[in-house]
């Protein structure tokens, strides 16, 4: 059956935004994992459609998103930029806060932006099989909905701690048609030698990633997604950006204060990169990447070359990071428990054209209930991150008696997380202290592994 989508091509934009175009001096080169050599467009093959590969390296500044992404994204975007008046008017700021609201996507958060083009790519490629992780569940819930649009099987490495706090997400996957496998699993050789270390492993991305990698190199016709990180990944994550760029200039306002969560990076580079050139070239804005105090891999981690993945079969990317080997610990905010941040986003951040700030996993939670008594929604934990920082910016607005403009990314709804609410209403939740110690020894491995100073 033909279905007639009309598109308002004056609301969704019809290219994403390639910041590499405008960065000051360019990227570090990922590295092979075994040669240390820079990596070669042909040696992702085996992992990634040629489209994705040419969207990893390209320099160009505007790429064309395919109709086929646009009839999908239809079925959310334009997504709503709206003004936080009653969370001004309880903190009693002359900020004015604006919400760029993601969790309007049939899976409720801003994933779907990037898998859907992922997915769409595959399919054109005869792709039949994509395989992936997923931490709290929202890139694997993003990955399963947008294959189903596109006929393709799906199978979901979920961090496990999550798989069992988190059991909706696994549900929403499986009505999607894909196949959710706690991580680490007995399906894989990682997956069994980190159960043969620890039975009870709680998991983490790096594992997942490394699992999935591992199941997608080894069947036919099979390839390999992720949800954050990669650059092309973060490309399509700029709609957010522009989108909420007309949708200020229809208003006439421009952002002092960009604020996102941060775990790999996608979302808050999504909102956060349409208006980096504009800081590159001089202009006046705060833009801040928030992350739990519990994974502060910006604010306390280095910048290396280490392994997306804990067992080492992803390229060495140029990173800040806490050590591929790094284990965090099971707070709530499963989305942001990543070892590493985005290349970009780090190069962007040890340049000094971005702040990060750590939030702690109490405040986090107390901010997005202060959110929920304000504004009705209820978030995600990682979107509570990134309202900690909101809060923090309008009181700062209130001090000094002047006015901003706050926007950020409400990257995700906490429906599906009411678990991690009902512990934190209950007085279950704690934060978990990262001592120096743990973050040195995991990063003295991987400088032994990859021969770095």
Request: proline share 8%.
């Amino acid at each position: 059956m033909d279905i007639t989508v009309v598109l308002p091509q004056k609301e969704i934009p019809r290219r994403w935004y390639n910041v590499l175009a405008d960065l000051p001096t360019p990227l570090d080169p990922p590295l092979h994992p075994i040669t240390k050599r820079p990596v070669r467009p042909e040696d992702l093959e085996a992992i990634f459609p040629t489209k994705l590969i040419e969207q990893e390296v390209s320099n160009e500044r505007w790429i064309d998103i395919p109709e086929e992404v646009l009839r999908t994204y239809c079925l959310w975007r334009p997504t709503p930029l709206r003004r936080a008046y009653f969370l001004e008017k309880a903190l009693g700021t002359p900020a004015r806060i604006y919400v760029k609201d993601e969790s309007v996507s049939p899976p409720g958060s801003h994933k779907p932006n990037t898998a859907v083009p992922q997915a769409y790519y595959n399919k054109m490629e005869g792709t039949r099989k994509i395989c992936t992780e997923t931490g709290a569940g929202q890139w694997g819930s993003a990955l399963a909905f947008a294959c189903s649009r596109f006929g393709l099987e799906c199978e979901v490495y979920m961090v496990r701690v999550s798989y069992n706090q988190k059991p909706c997400r696994r549900r929403m996957m499986e009505i999607w048609g894909a196949r959710c496998i706690p991580s680490p699993s007995d399906r894989t050789e990682t997956g069994r030698k980190i159960l043969a270390e620890d039975p009870d492993s709680p998991g983490s991305l790096g594992i997942a990633i490394s699992e999935a990698i591992e199941v997608a190199v080894s069947s036919k016709d099979s390839k390999y997604a992720l949800g954050s990180v990669l650059n092309h990944v973060l490309l399509h994550q700029t709609i957010i950006g522009l989108e909420a760029r007309k949708q200020l200039e229809s208003i006439g306002e421009y952002p002092d204060v960009i604020i996102g969560c941060a775990g790999g990076g996608s979302n808050f580079a999504g909102l956060a990169l349409p208006f980096v050139k504009d800081r590159i070239e001089g202009k006046e804005i705060k833009i801040i990447a928030v992350e739990p105090a519990s994974c502060p891999t910006l604010t306390k981690g280095k910048f290396l070359y280490d392994f997306g993945d804990t067992s080492g079969k992803t390229p060495l990317l140029p990173m800040y990071t806490l050590g591929h080997n790094f284990m965090p610990p099971p707070l709530h905010a499963g989305g942001l428990r990543y070892h590493g941040m985005a290349p970009i986003v780090s190069k962007l951040f040890k340049e000094g054209i971005i702040e990060a700030r750590a939030v702690n996993q109490l405040e986090s939670f107390a901010a997005g209930v202060a959110w929920a008594r304000a504004e009705g929604t209820i978030p995600a934990p990682e979107t509570n991150h990134a309202i900690a920082a909101v809060i923090e910016e309008a009181k700062l607005a209130k001090e000094e008696g002047r006015e901003r403009v706050i926007v950020f990314t409400f990257s995700g709804h906490g429906l599906l997380d009411m678990g991690a609410y009902e512990a934190y209403l209950e007085g279950g939740l704690s934060n978990h202290a990262l001592s120096e110690e743990e973050i040195q020894k995991t990063l003295k491995e991987v400088n032994a592994i990859t021969r770095q100073e």
